[in-house]
Nanobody, 123 residues
């Protein structure tokens, strides 16, 4: 019911910043909780951050707290992930996700996925 397209990935040095964007299709964007997940080589996909439908509540993995910020603009069908103070261990493919119904604040359950965007942080 919703299609997601990520952009903004790239190559940066440690300590640098990137802002990822996720554009959602349709006119019911505000009905979905949104999130970002990432998958590094040889590892399972992991939770990074989520934001509720109104944008008033956000949640972060401990590994990114204080460095990453998730936000959304419901009028533009966009969700963002501002990433600061990047570390080599942040290197991964980052995926946008949308869920109409969630079991918890980590978007556990069925969800729609974007195609992913590569983030590489060099040391």
């Amino acid at each position: 019911q919703v299609q997601l397209v990520e952009s903004g990935g790239g190559l940066v040095q440690a300590g640098g910043s990137l802002r990822l964007s996720c554009l959602a299709s349709g006119r019911t964007f505000s009905n979905y909780a949104m999130g970002w997940f990432r998958q590094a080589p040889g590892k399972e996909r992991e939770f990074v951050s989520t934001i509720n439908r109104s944008g008033g509540s956000t949640y972060y993995a401990d590994s990114v707290k204080g460095r990453f910020t998730i936000s959304r603009d419901n009028a533009k069908n966009l969700v963002y992930l501002q990433m600061n103070s990047l570390k080599p261990e942040d290197t991964a493919v980052y995926y946008c996700a949308a869920a109409r119904y969630t079991e918890d604040n980590r978007l556990t359950g069925s969800k729609y996925w974007g195609q992913g965007t590569q983030v590489t942080v060099s040391s």
